[in-house]
């Protein structure tokens, strides 16, 4: 459905001097600053995946998404949607999409909400027949029907991602942009919003494209994520494989019974490691011991039978690496780090 080969974008701004004499400067340089936001890029999306674009600020998300919906044309390489060129043949593109930008509106905000879809009927061509065949979907799916009539300047944040959503489905499109389409909502408009798309996205196939920092949307939604960094792409994947080439560390926390034992505890020999590959931490009001450990390299049972030579334990809980540490590290350090 989506096919990116070799995408870069540039931008070229004027080299700005410091001070009065630098503007002065400034007006007769030729001089010029070229920032390269997205490099080399090149990924293929199939009909009916739910991927995740994700990166952090300033990585070249949006530009991305902004060629590929046809607003930037790439600098270099080329980019199809569902076989066209979304920059040359934009209006047939248009046809074919929806996009949902969490910081803005394609609402007409003085409006009744009702009005703003009627509009975009007529913009779109859809039929009275499918449009009250979309609508019937639309009111059951995102729940708009209690604030169908009312102006789009009076609906709270979630009621217009909700109407923003349905606006950007009206059309049925191939594929669907959304760009941090959960921004600031709460627990309930997040879990509603994210249920709504995997039900469009069953019964339709539609192609959804989502940009977030949120990893819930990305756990909830996603079962392959495009990981960019200061304009390149450095992992490309489904979410269990990053988990499991990424994800590393596991923490076992055990309730100990006798805690004056944990100064005689000395697991890096009892377990043939170096000090920094198992990390103890004891909580003295819980009686709890936590082991950080590469999972690669120690085993649970591994572990469970060396501290149990020295003391007795009453409980034990696993924790496997959370997504949201991964990608954290991800950002800070690189794929590299894995």
């Not at 936001?37 to 199939?46: G, K, M």
């Not at 940009?211 to 979410?239: A, F, M, P, Q």
Request: aromatic share 6%; proline share 3%.
């Amino acid at each position: 459905m989506i096919e990116v080969k070799h995408i870069s974008k540039d931008f070229v701004t004027p080299k700005k001097y410091p001070g009065l004499k630098g503007a002065v400067k400034g007006l007769f340089s030729n001089e010029k600053i070229v920032k390269t936001a997205v490099d080399d890029i090149s990924f293929e999306i199939q009909k009916g995946e739910i991927v995740g674009y994700i990166g952090s600020n300033g990585a070249g998300k949006s530009t991305t998404i902004k060629m590929m919906t046809g607003i930037l044309s790439p600098t270099r390489g080329e980019c199809l949607v569902d076989g066209i060129d979304p920059n040359k043949r934009r209006k047939e593109n248009a046809q074919n999409i929806g996009v949902v930008f969490g910081q803005r509106t394609q609402l007409w905000w003085d409006l009744p909400l009702s009005e703003s879809f009627t509009v975009l009927k007529e913009i779109y061509n859809v039929s009275d027949s499918t449009y009250a065949e979309r609508m019937e979907f639309l009111n059951r799916v995102l729940e708009m029907q209690d604030f169908f009539d009312r102006p789009v300047r009076t609906l709270s944040l979630g009621q217009r991602m909700r109407a923003d959503l349905g606006a950007a489905l009206l059309h049925n499109p191939k594929v669907l942009y959304l760009d941090e389409p959960t921004i600031g909502l709460d627990l309930i408009v997040k879990d509603n919003i994210r249920e709504a798309i995997k039900e469009i996205n069953e019964r339709y196939q539609t192609t959804v494209v989502l940009t977030t920092h949120d990893i819930g949307d990305i756990e909830e939604l996603c079962n392959r994520i495009i990981v960019i960094d200061e304009g390149k792409k450095i992992y490309d994947g489904s979410l269990a494989a990053l988990k499991e080439t990424y994800g590393t560390k596991r923490r076992v926390s055990m309730e100990i019974r006798q805690p004056e034992k944990v100064a005689k505890l000395h697991l890096a020999s009892l377990l043939n490691v170096r000090e920094e590959e198992c990390s103890v931490n004891y909580e003295k009001e819980s009686n709890t011991l936590s082991v950080t450990f590469d999972k690669h390299k120690i085993q649970v049972p591994q572990l469970l039978t060396a501290v149990m030579s020295v003391m007795d334990i009453k409980d034990v809980q696993i924790q496997e690496t959370e997504l949201s540490q991964i990608v954290k590290e991800i950002y800070s350090h690189g794929i590299m780090e894995g």
